[in-house]
């Protein structure tokens, strides 16, 4: 697909989220939604800059330090629309030829409105004014409240000035909404376009982790596997992991979020990688678990094969209409019996169900919604029942075992972290594995892991 074919239809998907909004507001109301901002690193320095989220998902827009207005009042003066259902304008950093020779181009508000299909763009410099005029006359305002300080102080400080202001010619809205409800429910339900990233960011992270399933070797140090799976991702021109890539050897698997990567690699040790890549702001999120040697051992596979069993089990119940705890509990019942045959646990299926002994060495949920965010946004109940699951909503199935030294079981168990995690798109007619390129079965592990790539 042409990069133009690309940017339309991006920009068709932007605009049609946009609209959406717009007509799930009430009457009368404006929403406004502040972009990320750079972050300091150290002097001079700042931290590699990640657009926000929402402000991505509704406009498109990669700068820092820019606002996105949307009002469906049915009268805005002195702006001309584009469509029937509301306005979107942005606020944007301005051209400035010093600044963008010391920090790179910007686009500019006469660029930004063709370009991103706004009905208006302002320089930043006139934000706080403009949004002044922009938000009197509304009856609601829709905002995240409690994200950034200094957009809060904004709004907050609109809407007293407002208040303070005389009734004759000024309205201040009256109410207060957070527009996360409106957007984390849309954002659940992933479009064909999204679905289509999310397939991409998929596919590289793949081949990252096949990548370093075949790197591998005893005596590397795990950010050696890290840089690997880092110069895939970046290969393919995906900038960034969409979170700290876990690499952890041995008995570092038992810490869920791990992030040192540091350890040098032994012969004996398992290895897991949590690592997934952000494609054009969707993440992907990985978890394979194989040997340092290339073979699993007796005890390894004994128990790799249990964490596998579960998570087969598990993502055969994702359809329409199932649960997040229906198929957290099929997987907690094939890792309870697993623990049980091996005898690390003791008693009758249902009591070591009931009284949750599993907790020990499954110590997380199966899963969570994944998009924009790895942790994506969206409800998981409904009132207080679970939510079923419905078609377009992208989850990860990653159940586990740990088993640190020390712990109260036969030594051979011990130094273990397994976790086996894809990401399932669920479909009208069942589900799709998108993570489905890495392979699982220890034959296939085996197989993967014979064909060495790397020599040091
Ligand atoms: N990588 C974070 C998680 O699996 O939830
Ligand atoms: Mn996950
Ligand atoms: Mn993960």
Known sequence: MSANLMDAMALTEFSRRREKLLQ???ANSICLIPAAHLVSRSRDTDYPFRQDSYFHYLSGFPEPQAWLVLSNQVHVTGVKRKNSTGLSILFCLDKD????????????????????AMDRAFPLDELDEELL??????DHVYYAQGCHAEADELVLGILQALRDAPKQSHHAPASL??????LDEMRL???PFEVNLMRHAALISAEAHCRAMRCVAPGKNEYQLEAELHYVFAKHGAKSPAYCSIVAGGKNACILHYTNNDQVLNAEDLLLIDAGCEWQGYAADITRTFPVSGRFSEAQQLLYQIVLDAQLAAIALVKPGATFKQIGDAATKVLTQGLIKLGILTGSLQANL???SYRAFFMHGIGHWLGL???????YKEADNDRPLQAGMVLTIEPGLYIDENTRVAAKWWKTGIRIEDNILVT?????????????????????????????
């Open 428 to 456: 009208e007619a069942g589900h799709e594995v998108l993570t489905i390129a890495v392979p699982k079965d220890i034959d296939e592990i085996h197989a993967l892991m014979a064909d060495v790539m790397c020599s040091n």
């Open 177 to 182: 909404h957070d527009v996360r409800v409106i």
């Open 97 to 116: 030829e010093q600044a963008e020779i010391w920090h790179g181009r910007r686009i500019g508000p006469r660029q930004a409105q063709r370009q991103f």
């Open 24 to 26: 799930a507001m009430q």
């Open 354 to 356: 009931d009284n949750q």
């Open 189 to 191: 339900f992933k479009s």
């Open 373 to 379: 965010d790895v942790h994506d946004v969206g409800r």
């Open 133 to 138: 005029h922009l938000v009197d006359g509304h």
